[in-house]
């Protein structure tokens, strides 16, 4: 059964510049939550969806959004790129519920 | 808003010892909690699930407890080898229609072969 993708794996973009990320869910996963990994602040949740709504948002300026298609495959978006954004970018999903959570291998965003 | 801490932040062991790794967390209403490992630079594997009307949870060499009226999880790692150095992070669930899960910083693990 295959895990959970991520793509691109990595990504440079200029301060300014927007980016998307995806992720692939494992198959049958419904939920789909993104999370942001700094040296300095640790694992910060950035939002969840299921079944194409967003049920949850972390802490995190409207630059950051996301959305989920009918297939369960998520997509977020950072607009107007920062220095600060620079981080690994990893989702997460499950069935839901009280089940595990299985997470990617991450997107490392550098941002110049 | 759940605060979790792990202690310590970071060991180092011979091979063959016993690694005891500590989470504690502020808000006791959760739902479960997850222990993880990572390596450097990679995602989270995902190592035990223990839900909150379980006491521990079992996995080969990998024992988790969790005492949620006082807010304390452990994952016990018996006969630790080189393969376990990895940062070990903790993750309580708050409740069930909401799949966030709180972190702490992590307890960074080196076994010395």
């Known amino acids: 059964k295959a895990g959970v993708t991520q793509t691109p794996r990595y990504l440079i973009k200029t301060r300014g510049q927007q980016v998307t990320l995806s992720c692939s869910p494992i198959s049958g996963h419904r939920s789909v939550s993104w999370y942001q990994q700094t040296p300095g602040q640790g694992l910060q949740f950035l939002f969840e969806?299921?079944?194409?709504?967003?049920?949850n948002k972390g802490n995190f300026p409207g630059r950051f959004s996301g959305r989920q298609f009918s297939n369960s495959r998520s997509e977020m978006n950072v607009s107007t790129l920062e220095l600060g954004d620079s981080a690994l970018y990893l989702c997460?999903?499950?069935?839901?519920?009280?089940?595990?959570?299985?997470f990617g291998p991450g997107t490392r965003l550098t941002v110049t | 808003k759940q605060e979790v801490t792990q202690i310590p932040a970071a060991l180092s062991v011979p091979e063959g010892e016993n690694l005891v790794l500590n989470c504690s967390f502020t808000?006791?209403?959760?739902?479960?909690l997850q222990w993880f490992r990572q390596d450097p630079g990679k995602g989270l594997t995902s190592l035990l699930l223990i839900q909150s009307s379980q006491r521990e949870q079992t996995s080969g060499r990998l024992n988790a407890s969790l005492d949620k009226s006082s807010g304390r999880s452990t994952l016990y790692i018996a006969a630790s080898q080189p393969g376990d150095s990895a940062t070990y992070l903790c993750a309580p669930k708050g409740n069930y229609g909401n799949n966030r899960l709180a972190f702490g910083k992590g307890n960074q693990v080196v076994v010395i072969p």
């Open positions: 997460a999903s499950s069935l839901g519920g009280d089940l595990e959570q299985y």
């Open positions: 808000d006791s209403a959760i739902y479960n």
């Open positions: 969806y299921f079944s194409e709504t967003q049920r």
